[in-house]
């Protein structure tokens, strides 16, 4: 049987019976059944993405689903249907070779412009043979003439649709690029996580050398939305970003897990430095403030931090769960630091 080319491959009777489930829980959440709401819950259902339908459970659970938190991740959705309709990697590297052809032939057309009008100006000044330059100036000429002219024009018309090309490539790498960042945080999303942490294995193997994973999760994160509302809370979480994309260098990299999660894997690092990073970001968080409008208290945030070292020749998933019990044995307590050794 061939694959259906849409999302959602379900029978008329199987959708209605995931609908049904849908509405109740629209009902049940006592949200607008929207096309957001709809489509989300839908997803959730149907389990088709596994991340954001736990995304998802998880927000209900902490009955933080609404309107301002969900649509982040519907934004997310729409990229990453649009990321997979476009098969950028087949169609980058058609786009590739074309321009490489297309600037080979460009550099070699004007070469030979060069030797024709050269041997134009060879035989206009040999009168010696009249017959020659006669048919020369007759026949040969013009129709040079006609292919120097025709060859403008495809070069005009080469360059134009080199334009093009470029622009579209351009939006491609653009809508691949949009589909792995976090909309609210301009940092890398789950999925630009999974991209993230498979090259850090891989450099890991090619250079011999580990890096280290920290998982850091804002405490009472829940309250400060409460308290202070979402869009105070997505503004904390943008700050958070803009906080560890500071203390990070060179080679490391930050990724937004999900809700108040983040992920951070340090480039070729020790587990004992991985230690004092993570203390001192706990540190550097705890010690800051938000100042909020129509608020006398500034909003202060604390993080609870998990380490583990990558050990050669394991998978992501292997040291995430090391880091993720330690972030849960650090969550029992807040504002502190724990690394795998402690398990």
């Keep these: 049987m061939s694959r259906s080319p849409l999302r959602y491959p379900d029978s008329p009777s199987e959708s209605a019976i995931i609908a049904e489930q849908v509405f109740k829980e629209i009902k049940a959440l006592k949200v607008a059944a929207t096309p957001v709401h709809f489509t989300l819950l839908y997803e959730k259902s149907s389990q088709l993405d596994p991340e954001l339908a736990e995304n998802l459970t998880e927000l209900i659970e902490a009955e933080e689903y609404n309107d301002l938190t969900v ?24 786009l590739s070779e074309a321009l490489t052809s297309i600037s080979s032939w460009s550099a070699q ?11 134009i100006d060879f035989l206009k000044s040999h009168q010696q043979h009249h017959d020659v330059v006669s048919h020369t ?15 403008g024009e495809l070069q005009k018309k080469l360059n134009e649709s080199a334009a093009v090309i470029k622009k579209l490539s351009r939006d491609l790498d653009d809508a691949n690029h949009l589909a792995k960042t976090d909309s609210l945080t301009g940092i890398a999303n789950r999925r630009g996580y999974n991209e993230i942490v498979m090259k850090k294995i891989k450099q890991a193997k090619a250079e011999s050398q580990t890096f280290g994973m920290l998982l850091l999760d804002l405490d009472h994160f829940k309250s400060v939305n409460d308290n202070y509302g979402h869009l ?13 994309k500071a203390e990070i260098k060179g080679h490391d990299e930050i990724a937004r897990f999900g809700g108040e999660e983040f992920v951070i894997l340090l480039h070729n690092i020790n587990y004992d430095n991985a230690l004092k990073f993570g203390e001192k970001l706990r540190a550097t968080i705890e010690k800051k403030s938000l100042r909020i409008k129509d608020h006398d208290k500034p909003l202060r945030l604390t993080a609870s931090i998990g380490i583990a070292i990558y050990q050669m020749g394991e998978s992501s998933d292997d ?8 972030l849960y044995m650090a969550k029992t307590k807040r504002n502190c630091v724990r690394g795998e050794h402690q398990l």
């Design 71 to 94: 649509y982040p991740l519907f934004l997310d959705l729409l990229k990453s249907i649009l990321n997979q309709q476009l098969p950028t990697k087949e169609v980058g590297s058609l």
């Design 109 to 119: 057309s004007c070469e030979q412009q060069k030797t024709l009008e050269k041997s």
């Design 137 to 151: 100036e007759h026949n040969i000429l013009p129709a040079i003439k006609e292919l120097h002219q025709a060859t």
């Design 232 to 244: 105070v809370g997505d503004s904390a979480l943008r700050y958070i970003s803009k906080l560890l």
């Design 319 to 326: 040291v995430f769960q090391r880091a993720d019990k330690a």
